[in-house]
């Protein structure tokens, strides 16, 4: 079984984000290792890109702050190994396709296996365009995170029989934001999916309450929450560690409820 | 498998939100691009509405003053709203309405391809929404009221550099917020397939009308073709009917802004590197970790850090060559075709003229250049009156 997936066993999952470099990048360290202690199953980090065509505001700011810290990739690498050997959580990178393609893909996901990230989600790589990086995922063990749409249909048969680790279902059409209401039926394309495959599904895309998380979990095999995390990071800035934890743990108990 | 290659470019590189909305797309257009009433009903348009054929004109007072080649320019001006834009929205609104979708949307940059989208909209009774960087809304505030007059409604772009390539991201993010009803008109020949297809193939008349309307009077092929490039739309139309005729030379005119040297440019093939970006695969300008490049030119309408992928290819492949030229060197051909010729050529437009006043006069006299005058000028008389440093109201 794929490492990613074995947390899914037994229990509901949380799954948060954060944009590396906002603030800092050893602000982002401190407030990993603040996701993992307070709940977090599996931590999604955010490589800042200029133009992130799938985010709302909310990341596309925090994008946009790290970015004027002039960070780069080998920075981002350099964190992630400090931040790894005090957390034993799972952390995926969450990247768009260009700064990969100019860091080199091999040298990306051999970095990857080093640091010992797991899995990438590559918002603006289809099923598709995958052979973009798949020879390079495949020789490093780096898992592709599949996205499933509720504009996907007929496409999910496809998509989720070649799934690995956890499908990243999206909740709602649009970017990532915080939304008061989701009106897809989530339970219908679940139930879809696992007629397809084992992989276990996380909902994502607008979830910003414990409620909402708790509706979420219900069919799926967890949630992911971004921008909600990203929105405190924002108003706290430097002292947002115990607030992220306060809200994490909030979550957490609501979706083991 | 990956759809809608040149070469190594082009893909769909977009959110899986929206690749069946693409699929649709490509499926809808497949089927009305060999449907006989559709033809038709674009044809008509096209000549009734927009005004074509466009002109191919003998610009014989250039030709004597330069001394070489004959020039003749294609008179994309001259459609209706003042630019090739028209081409292309008439023909993607049309596809639209086919489709059933009630909403079309659009990024505009200079608002050519706005005024164009809003005016195809009111036309065949279809609501339009445009986003225009807030840079370029108070640049060109005249063309938001024109928009508005059309009945759209114009969303100011406030993310990241506030220009055309957050207004092509902007509006990229509301088709996949609302996609079941909305088509996104895309402006240029660029972004993931069907788009830089559907187009090219629909910007082709104006290659099809040159080689037609030129054989009429000279009974031959042009010697050298000359078009503007940003995201490439009329330089793709101008092109595509001579990509075969391997006499026939080709060149697309790029935005170098204040030269190729400085960060302040916007030429894609001679500065950029391959990238991944709206969509596609193609050269963009961008910093050495890879994030996009603020680009500048004087031209709003060459004001995007990337080219379609159709024309990376034929760079690649070395079909057309692609020259960087400067905001001065282009305002010097804005002025010399005023002037020699009075005709007012957009700014982007005096781009490709730069070109052929600098290669005619080496030419032979037997020899014809043929240049696209994409657009009219009317839209950049206050922008040039300021870059010379003269004061006026708008």
């Known amino acids: ?257 | 498998m990956s759809k809608g290659k040149y070469g190594i470019h082009g893909g769909q590189y977009i959110p899986e939100t929206l690749m069946n909305a693409l699929n649709e797309l490509e499926k809808a257009y497949c089927y009305y691009k060999s449907d006989k009433d559709f033809n038709v009903e674009l044809e008509t348009l096209f000549n009734e509405y927009a005004g074509r054929p466009s002109r191919l004109y003998f610009a014989k007072n250039m030709t004597e003053k330069l001394g070489g080649a004959k020039i003749y320019l294609k008179r994309e001006d001259l459609n209706h709203t003042g630019s090739h834009k028209i081409n292309n929205v008439l023909g993607q609104t049309l596809l639209a309405k086919k489709m059933g979708k009630k909403r079309i949307i659009a990024e505009t940059g200079a608002g050519q391809h706005g005024v164009a989208a809003a005016t195809a909209a009111a036309l065949l009774g279809l609501e339009c929404e445009i986003f225009m960087g807030e840079e370029d809304t108070q640049r060109q505030a005249l063309n938001v009221f024109r928009m508005k007059l059309l009945g759209a409604k114009v969303h100011p772009v406030k993310s990241g550099t506030k220009t055309l390539k957050d207004a092509v991201s902007e509006t990229m993010r509301e088709w996949t917020r609302r996609v079941e009803d909305t088509l996104y008109v895309l402006g240029s020949v660029m972004g993931p397939h069907p788009f830089p297809e559907i187009v090219r193939d629909l910007q082709s008349v104006i290659g099809k009308e040159i080689r037609r309307q030129l054989f009429e009077k000279e009974q031959k092929l042009p010697d050298v073709v000359i078009a503007c490039v940003g995201g490439g739309s009329n330089a793709m139309g101008t092109f595509y009917d001579f990509i075969d005729d391997k006499n026939v030379a080709l060149i697309g005119c790029e935005a170098a802004g204040k030269g190729i040297d400085t960060p302040e440019t916007a030429a894609s093939i001679a500065t950029g590197r391959i990238g991944i970006f709206h969509g596609m695969k193609s050269y963009f300008c961008q910093t050495k970790n890879g994030q996009i490049a603020p680009v500048y030119s004087i031209s709003a309408g060459l004001d995007y850090p990337g080219i379609g992928p159709e024309h990376s290819h034929l760079h690649d492949i070395k079909r057309v060559q692609y020259i960087p030229v400067t905001d001065d060197e282009a305002v010097e051909a804005f002025e010399f075709l005023s002037r020699t010729e009075g005709i007012i050529p957009a700014i982007e437009s005096a781009h490709a003229v730069y070109h052929a006043v600098k290669i005619a006069p080496k030419m032979k006299k037997d020899e014809i250049i043929v240049v696209t005058l994409s657009g009219r000028g009317d839209k950049d008389v206050a922008m040039i009156a300021r870059h010379k440093g003269v004061d006026i109201n708008e």
């Open chain 1, 1 to 257: 079984m794929n490492k990613i997936s074995e947390i899914f066993k037994n229990k509901k999952c949380l799954i948060t984000y954060l944009t590396a470099g906002d603030p800092s990048l050893d602000k982002t360290e401190e407030f990993v290792v603040a996701l993992a202690k307070s709940g977090a199953d599996l931590i999604e980090i955010g490589i800042p890109f200029s133009d992130p065509v799938a985010e709302g505001e909310v990341i596309q700011n925090a994008m946009a702050r790290a970015l004027s810290k002039n960070i780069n990739l080998d920075d981002i690498f350099n964190m992630a190994s400090t931040v790894k050997k005090k957390i034993s959580v799972p952390l995926v990178f969450m990247t768009y396709l260009n700064p990969l393609l100019t860091y080199g893909y091999d040298k990306f996901f051999k970095k990857c296996k080093e640091t010992g990230i797991e899995a990438v989600i590559v918002p603006d790589m289809p099923f598709e365009e995958q052979r973009e990086i798949k020879e390079f995922t495949d020789k490093y063990g780096i898992t592709i995170i599949t996205l499933i749409a509720p504009t996907s249909d007929e496409r999910i048969e496809k998509l989720a029989r070649q799934a690995e680790g956890f499908i990243y279902l999206v909740s709602s059409l649009g970017v990532t934001g915080v939304r008061s209401e989701i009106s897809t039926d989530i339970g219908a394309i679940v139930s879809k999916i696992k007629k397809i495959t084992d992989v276990p599904v996380a909902v994502g895309f607008g979830i910003s309450t414990g409620k909402q998380a708790k509706d979420m979990a219900k069919s799926a095999g967890g949630v992911i929450i971004g921008s909600a995390i990203v929105k405190i990071i924002a108003e706290h800035k430097e002292n947002a560690a115990p607030k992220i934890a306060e809200f994490v743990s909030s979550v957490k108990r609501e979706i083991k409820s």
